[in-house]
């Protein structure tokens, strides 16, 4: 079940989740809540052809392959123009965190005015699980015919939370959790 406005301000202010920075009075909808985009951005390098990435192999860790593959870019006040075609990563300025007690998990979607625009905000993974805490990071595509201005703080997606049926066993503590822009 979605929760609604009323139930995710009842859950912060009982501290059962956080969003931190808090979001101010406009950034609610009747069932989400925007976030906005932290000024850190990670742009791939040029790759030639013939890479190829094999997930399968011992040893293969997604945050050291991404590290080495991708440089950190700051975005300016004036804004950055992300052009067509391309992806970069991103994070929320706002550190979120799904207490297991709140019985809440939640999904991060785009916002319909910037995916009119050809803006996608994840690729296929926007689930936030029970019990993460962290930042989320986006995984930014520009699908639209022109570039797209980012600027940092602009609300960038939404956070729309879901009752779970009950307490999960334990806390998400995947290779994501606590992840920060860096």
Known sequence: ????????????????????????????????????????????????????????????????????????????????????????????????ELSLKAKVAARVEGKSGLARLGLAVHVTAPTIHAGFAGTIQLELINHGPMQIKLRPGMAICQLILESTKGMPAKAYKGQFSGQRAK
Do not use: H
Not at 44 to 69: C, N, Q, S
């Open 1 to 96: 079940m979605i929760l609604p406005d009323r139930e995710i301000r009842k859950l912060l202010s009982k501290k059962l989740i956080t969003i931190d920075p808090a979001p101010a009075p406009d950034a609610y909808a009747s069932t989400s809540v925007d976030l906005t985009l932290d000024p850190l951005l990670r742009v791939f390098r040029a790759v030639g052809e013939g890479v190829i990435i094999d997930p399968t192999m011992p040893g293969y860790k997604v945050r050291t392959l991404l590290d080495g593959m991708t440089d950190p870019v700051t975005i300016p006040p004036q804004g950055w123009d992300f052009a067509r075609g391309m992806l970069v990563l991103g994070w929320t300025k706002q550190r979120i």
